[in-house]
């Protein structure tokens, strides 16, 4: 995996919604689903 150098922001519910993708995808946090989306 490659290492990313440019942060990314998010409101607080766009964060929770990303969380809840992990959750619903079986990944540990919200940088995992980060990185499939950003891969995709």
């Known amino acids: 995996m490659e290492r990313r150098s440019m942060p ?3 409101t607080e519910k766009q964060y929770k919604m990303i969380e809840e993708y ?3 995808n079986g990944m540990l946090n919200a940088s995992q689903a980060l990185e499939k989306l950003l891969s995709e």
Do not use: L, Q, T
């Open 22 to 24: 992990a959750k619903r």
């Open 8 to 10: 990314v922001c998010f």
